[in-house]
């Protein structure tokens, strides 16, 4: 099939008409607004058959998808920044309650200012939600990710929400080839979804979602992280047959040119792409540099990750989100991967609000020239 | 059955079946007194069955059978609403 | 009495809310509960929004519902009704479901969860249409967390956030009228009930599970702890509710009001006010004017009421 040119969000929406889900509660923010328009379109002309609940907010749409999936249904949603925030108690309460359910997040800054452009605070806000986190770095990446969503959500040693993280404008609304599978092959890859105690299932009853005191909280909590766990396997199992279907392999992370490297940067979503590309120039230029790609950030590959980079001699972190106060979320992570190796670590914190990481803020950080938060106004440089 | 087990073997995201679960014997609330009924003057208009708070009447058909003294309370609704008198509270 | 006979015949020998749960003793919310879910005559599914009735019946690993019974949070269980309501039309329509009988979808909320903080997803769902049941257990205050002031209390009642003192005679505010907020929604059924009134309450069940679209039941409930009476003394207190004309009992069918109980002749306010600690602070005289102006409120909502339900009754 030719690929097509299509925006991340046009591709996301693509996804969904393939996967064809029973129920989607949408709300609408910038900028994963393309994503529900284009599904929306795709119901109306018959091309995809979910029942679309416009609901009156993100909270809801939360709700109503918990509601759905816990009754048997596949469900799918989409959101952004502050829309995720509000939603951000039910999220929590979904993966408790271990609802499958796929979301698309076009990754945007968190109020305040109110931004509309890309960073990464908002999967960080629920970062210890118990979800599931995938970033894609292109709009291809986001269109296989929400194919591979399904598999990972409803797998029984799994049954979480899964994330598709999507930067904001710079994949949502960015136009790029892509490479969609046939649709027979989505509906086959997906197959259908079953859940043990369904809301519905009357002749069955459960009580779902109760009250735990002391004596019981912290075992489901336990469990849960578990089922994390388990989801970095189940992704594992899928890139085989994925690969089969599409010539394309994911695992939790990609490794690009670490072989031999003394730097590299690690990063999440599309700033991934362009360290790509000054690494090529890099290396052109005789310098031993690479990049990992984080994946899968939750779960976070850590015996993975430390076995890529014990040995290399410098890793920079590029976090495209803050924790005032303390450390950056990913250099947290990688701090914690790497504690007790050999390789000297670095962070910096870049992109906020959609401020672009150009190529040559990369060189500088590569030549570790660059300021802890890259390219803001009033940074004093590093000696 | 889920009596403090290793988080092994709960049930994923904490469902619980009916069927299964334990319901705790909340007849321990009552304070000293507990509801009897005089079945002479019973005419099984359902009233108490309905107003039980603890679902503790129990019915043969649509007939008044007994209390469950397992849950009951002791809250006395049923002999304020029968209409024909017919229950009593009575110290334990 | 055949009603009466015709819920327990529905309930096929289970209880839907069976003994064993920690509300007080004499709470008036499994009243409501039972009374709705056994005039339903479908299997039916139950959201449960967070408060008295959830955190009581469902603490792990006991339950005390045998029909399918989900909670996720406080605000939302018009939102979690409408995802399972359309997975149930979705999964119909592709034949997935294990049968063919339509199941119902009822809510249970408090006032807080419905008046307050589940205000929006409430009114989002009822703008939307689904097909369900939203029953408001309406005990004037939220009750689970210590009797604190919300919405639904009513004017110059006494709640541990609005209590009555030295410089205060309580909550300053008259309550929502929630009823009538869901009246504006247009939907095809809503109606405000008192279990007390049983007959009418099942009555009103009836009509709003056979509704084609959202129906919505206000159910004033009485809370002995909140309210301050003695449990066994609920129905009179309920009775007082209706009889002195502070809640009226109607029904709202396809935008139509009609009056289901006339109080003849009604009570004054003060045989309601006097029978629960909530209000004792007002019997007295320096109190004398909030008590006339609750009567003179209670009485302009009437007659208005009176008004709405005399224009849309059939001519002749």
Redesign the interface.
Same mark, same amino acid.
Request: net charge negative; glycine share 8%.
């Given at each position: 099939m030719t690929p097509l040119l299509l925006t991340g969000g046009e591709a996301v929406a693509h996804a969904m008409r393939q996967i064809d889900p029973d129920v989607v509660p949408v709300y609408p923010i910038t900028p994963q607004t393309p994503i529900i328009q284009g599904f929306a379109k795709f119901v109306a002309d018959g091309r995809a058959h979910a029942e679309l609940v416009n609901v009156e907010s993100e909270h809801s749409a939360m709700s109503a998808a918990i509601g759905s999936a816990l009754a048997g249904a596949r469900t799918m949603t989409a959101t952004s920044s502050q829309g995720l925030a509000l939603m951000a108690e039910v999220v929590y309460i979904a993966a408790s309650m271990r609802a499958p359910i796929v979301m698309a997040l076009g990754n945007r800054a968190l109020s305040g200012p109110i931004n509309i452009h890309c960073d990464h605070s908002d999967s960080m806000l629920i970062r210890d939600s118990g979800v599931v986190q995938l970033f894609a770095e292109n709009a291809q990446e986001a269109y296989d990710l929400t194919v591979l969503a399904p598999r990972v959500a409803e797998h029984p040693d799994v049954l979480l929400p899964v994330l598709v993280c999507l930067d904001g404008f710079t994949i949502t609304h960015s136009a790029e080839p892509v490479q969609l599978l046939a649709d027979g092959d989505v509906a086959a890859f997906v197959g259908t979804y079953t859940l043990a105690h369904r809301v519905l299932d009357v002749a069955h009853p459960a009580t779902q979602g109760p009250f735990a005191m002391p004596d019981y909280y912290y075992e489901f909590r336990r469990q849960q992280s578990a089922a994390v766990e388990a989801a970095g396997r189940v992704l594992d199992g899928l890139a085989d047959g994925f690969e089969r279907l599409s010539g394309r392999r994911y695992g939790p992370v990609e490794a690009y040119r670490l072989d031999g490297a003394e730097r590299v940067i690690v990063a999440l979503g599309s700033t991934a792409g362009t360290v790509k590309d000054v690494v090529d120039e890099l290396r052109e230029e005789g310098e031993a540099v690479g990049v990992l790609k984080i994946v899968s950030y939750r779960p976070f590959p850590s015996e993975l990750v430390r076995g890529l980079l014990a040995d290399i001699a410098s890793v920079i972190v590029l976090d495209r989100a803050d924790s005032p106060g303390g450390a950056a979320p990913l250099q947290a992570e990688l701090a914690a991967t790497l504690y007790g190796s050999a390789a000297e670590l670095h962070g910096h914190v870049y992109g906020l609000g959609g401020r672009d990481l150009h190529p040559r803020d990369v060189r500088e950080i590569f030549a570790q020239h660059a300021p802890r938060y890259v390219s803001v106004r009033g940074e004093p440089c590093p000696v | 059955?889920?009596?403090?087990?290793?988080?092994?073997e709960?049930?994923?995201? +904490?469902?619980?079946?009916?069927a299964e679960?334990?319901?705790?014997?909340?007849g321990g609330?009552r304070t000293g007194f507990r509801p009897e009924v005089d079945l002479s003057r019973c005419v099984d208009?359902?009233?108490c069955?309905?107003?039980?708070?603890?679902?503790?009447v129990r019915?043969d058909?649509?007939a008044f059978e007994g209390f469950?003294y397992?849950?009951?309370? +002791?809250?006395?609704?049923c002999?304020?609403?029968c209409p024909v008198d017919a229950i009593e509270m009575v110290v334990e | 009495m055949s009603r009466l006979k015709t819920l327990v015949r529905h309930q096929n020998g289970v209880q839907p809310l069976r003994g064993g749960h920690s509300l007080c003793q004499g709470c008036g919310i499994p009243m409501v509960v039972r009374t709705v879910l056994s005039t339903i005559d479908r299997p039916t599914v139950v959201v449960n929004a967070t408060g008295c009735l959830e955190v009581a019946t469902t603490r792990y690993p006991t339950t005390a519902w045998t029909v399918p019974w989900l909670h996720v949070a406080f605000e939302n269980a018009a939102a979690v009704a409408s995802g399972v309501e359309c997975a149930q039309r979705a999964l119909r329509r592709r034949h997935a479901l294990p049968s063919e009988e339509e199941v119902a979808v009822v809510v249970f909320a408090g006032d807080g969860g419905t008046y307050d903080i589940g205000l929006q997803a409430l009114s989002g769902a009822l703008e939307r249409g689904h097909r369900f049941l939203f029953v408001c257990y309406d005990n004037e205050a939220y009750m689970n967390t210590g009797i604190q002031r919300s919405g639904a209390t009513p004017f110059a009642a006494s709640t541990t956030t609005s209590p009555a003192g030295l410089e205060s005679f309580g909550k300053a505010q008259r309550r929502k009228d929630m009823t009538a907020i869901a009246v504006a929604h247009h939907v095809p059924y809503v109606a405000q009930a008192a279990a007390v009134h049983w007959h009418d309450l099942s009555r009103k069940v009836e009509l709003a599970a056979t509704a084609d679209g959202p129906a919505f039941l206000n159910v004033l409930t009485d809370c002995p702890l909140g309210w301050g009476h003695e449990p066994r003394l609920s129905a009179r207190v309920l009775n007082a509710a209706v009889n002195t004309l502070f809640w009226p009992l109607y029904e709202v069918l396809d935008g139509g009001y009609r009056l289901t109980y006339i109080p003849e002749p009604p009570e004054p306010i003060e045989s309601w006010l006097g029978l629960q600690a909530r209000f004792a602070h007002l019997l007295t005289d320096e109190n004398r004017a909030l008590v006339e102006e609750i009567q003179r409120q209670v009485n302009a909502d009437w007659d208005e009421l009176v008004a709405r339900c005399s224009a849309d009754a059939p001519a002749g």
């Amino acid at each position: 099939m030719t690929p097509l040119l299509l925006t991340g969000g046009e591709a996301v929406a693509h996804a969904m008409r393939q996967i064809d889900p029973d129920v989607v509660p949408v709300y609408p923010i910038t900028p994963q607004t393309p994503i529900i328009q284009g599904f929306a379109k795709f119901v109306a002309d018959g091309r995809a058959h979910a029942e679309l609940v416009n609901v009156e907010s993100e909270h809801s749409a939360m709700s109503a998808a918990i509601g759905s999936a816990l009754a048997g249904a596949r469900t799918m949603t989409a959101t952004s920044s502050q829309g995720l925030a509000l939603m951000a108690e039910v999220v929590y309460i979904a993966a408790s309650m271990r609802a499958p359910i796929v979301m698309a997040l076009g990754n945007r800054a968190l109020s305040g200012p109110i931004n509309i452009h890309c960073d990464h605070s908002d999967s960080m806000l629920i970062r210890d939600s118990g979800v599931v986190q995938l970033f894609a770095e292109n709009a291809q990446e986001a269109y296989d990710l929400t194919v591979l969503a399904p598999r990972v959500a409803e797998h029984p040693d799994v049954l979480l929400p899964v994330l598709v993280c999507l930067d904001g404008f710079t994949i949502t609304h960015s136009a790029e080839p892509v490479q969609l599978l046939a649709d027979g092959d989505v509906a086959a890859f997906v197959g259908t979804y079953t859940l043990a105690h369904r809301v519905l299932d009357v002749a069955h009853p459960a009580t779902q979602g109760p009250f735990a005191m002391p004596d019981y909280y912290y075992e489901f909590r336990r469990q849960q992280s578990a089922a994390v766990e388990a989801a970095g396997r189940v992704l594992d199992g899928l890139a085989d047959g994925f690969e089969r279907l599409s010539g394309r392999r994911y695992g939790p992370v990609e490794a690009y040119r670490l072989d031999g490297a003394e730097r590299v940067i690690v990063a999440l979503g599309s700033t991934a792409g362009t360290v790509k590309d000054v690494v090529d120039e890099l290396r052109e230029e005789g310098e031993a540099v690479g990049v990992l790609k984080i994946v899968s950030y939750r779960p976070f590959p850590s015996e993975l990750v430390r076995g890529l980079l014990a040995d290399i001699a410098s890793v920079i972190v590029l976090d495209r989100a803050d924790s005032p106060g303390g450390a950056a979320p990913l250099q947290a992570e990688l701090a914690a991967t790497l504690y007790g190796s050999a390789a000297e670590l670095h962070g910096h914190v870049y992109g906020l609000g959609g401020r672009d990481l150009h190529p040559r803020d990369v060189r500088e950080i590569f030549a570790q020239h660059a300021p802890r938060y890259v390219s803001v106004r009033g940074e004093p440089c590093p000696v | 059955m889920a009596r403090l087990s290793p988080w092994q073997e709960l049930p994923a995201g +904490g469902a619980i079946l009916p069927a299964e679960a334990e319901q705790p014997r909340t007849g321990g609330w009552r304070t000293g007194f507990r509801p009897e009924v005089d079945l002479s003057r019973c005419v099984d208009c359902l009233l108490c069955w309905l107003y039980c708070p603890d679902s503790a009447v129990r019915l043969d058909g649509t007939a008044f059978e007994g209390f469950d003294y397992d849950f009951c309370k +002791g809250c006395e609704i049923c002999a304020e609403v029968c209409p024909v008198d017919a229950i009593e509270m009575v110290v334990e | 009495m055949s009603r009466l006979k015709t819920l327990v015949r529905h309930q096929n020998g289970v209880q839907p809310l069976r003994g064993g749960h920690s509300l007080c003793q004499g709470c008036g919310i499994p009243m409501v509960v039972r009374t709705v879910l056994s005039t339903i005559d479908r299997p039916t599914v139950v959201v449960n929004a967070t408060g008295c009735l959830e955190v009581a019946t469902t603490r792990y690993p006991t339950t005390a519902w045998t029909v399918p019974w989900l909670h996720v949070a406080f605000e939302n269980a018009a939102a979690v009704a409408s995802g399972v309501e359309c997975a149930q039309r979705a999964l119909r329509r592709r034949h997935a479901l294990p049968s063919e009988e339509e199941v119902a979808v009822v809510v249970f909320a408090g006032d807080g969860g419905t008046y307050d903080i589940g205000l929006q997803a409430l009114s989002g769902a009822l703008e939307r249409g689904h097909r369900f049941l939203f029953v408001c257990y309406d005990n004037e205050a939220y009750m689970n967390t210590g009797i604190q002031r919300s919405g639904a209390t009513p004017f110059a009642a006494s709640t541990t956030t609005s209590p009555a003192g030295l410089e205060s005679f309580g909550k300053a505010q008259r309550r929502k009228d929630m009823t009538a907020i869901a009246v504006a929604h247009h939907v095809p059924y809503v109606a405000q009930a008192a279990a007390v009134h049983w007959h009418d309450l099942s009555r009103k069940v009836e009509l709003a599970a056979t509704a084609d679209g959202p129906a919505f039941l206000n159910v004033l409930t009485d809370c002995p702890l909140g309210w301050g009476h003695e449990p066994r003394l609920s129905a009179r207190v309920l009775n007082a509710a209706v009889n002195t004309l502070f809640w009226p009992l109607y029904e709202v069918l396809d935008g139509g009001y009609r009056l289901t109980y006339i109080p003849e002749p009604p009570e004054p306010i003060e045989s309601w006010l006097g029978l629960q600690a909530r209000f004792a602070h007002l019997l007295t005289d320096e109190n004398r004017a909030l008590v006339e102006e609750i009567q003179r409120q209670v009485n302009a909502d009437w007659d208005e009421l009176v008004a709405r339900c005399s224009a849309d009754a059939p001519a002749g």
